[in-house]
């Protein structure tokens, strides 16, 4: 995505939430330990549905407003537009336990998601070459999410507008 302006952001999962707090999230995820939102709807409700049927509970989405030319001009933000090497090294520098997005407030790119981990984790295992990943990480389009690591980034620039079941 990597637009300015205000944007909308989902968050899908089995609670609505109003007052996203990073420190409950996940550690090891793609981007780190943060609050994780997308622009694409679609996405979102796909993970509300995952989450749902592994919780057996019902599933929602949270919808936001983000001011990401706030985020832009008043965190540390960083933007893989595509799955390349830098995106990748990151990638399996977090899931080989590494912390590359301490100092960073925001991370905004694409999702090692099932349709593409199998190429990180063969990259990380070292049986695929830099080069054949990212010739085969080419061939997807990369979803979409942001992780909010800084709380304060959730306080000044992310508006709460509604939560829905899904």
């Known amino acids: 995505m990597g637009t300015d302006g205000i944007i909308e952001v989902y968050h899908g999962g089995t609670e609505i939430i109003k007052n996203p707090l990073v420190c409950t999230g996940r550690a ?6 943060g609050f994780y939102v997308t622009a694409i709807r679609q996405q979102a409700e796909l993970w509300a549905d995952r989450m749902a049927r592994q919780r057996r509970a019902q599933k929602f ?11 832009r001009r008043n965190y540390v933000y960083l933007f893989f537009p595509e799955y390349d090497i830098d995106w990748l090294n990151f990638i399996a520098q977090s899931r080989t336990g590494n912390k590359p997005w301490l100092g960073y407030d925001c991370i905004e790119g694409g999702i090692a998601n099932d349709r593409v981990i199998d ?48």
């Open 119 to 166: 190429m990180v984790e063969a990259y990380i295992a070292g049986t695929l070459t830099p080069e054949y990943a990212l010739s085969e990480l080419g061939k997807h389009q990369p979803n979409h999410q942001i992780c909010i690591l800084n709380q304060k980034v959730i306080d000044d620039c992310l508006q709460f507008k509604e939560g829905l079941p899904c």
């Open 61 to 71: 989405i949270s919808i936001y407003s983000l001011d990401m030319s706030a985020v």
């Open 28 to 33: 090891g995820l793609d981007f780190g330990q």
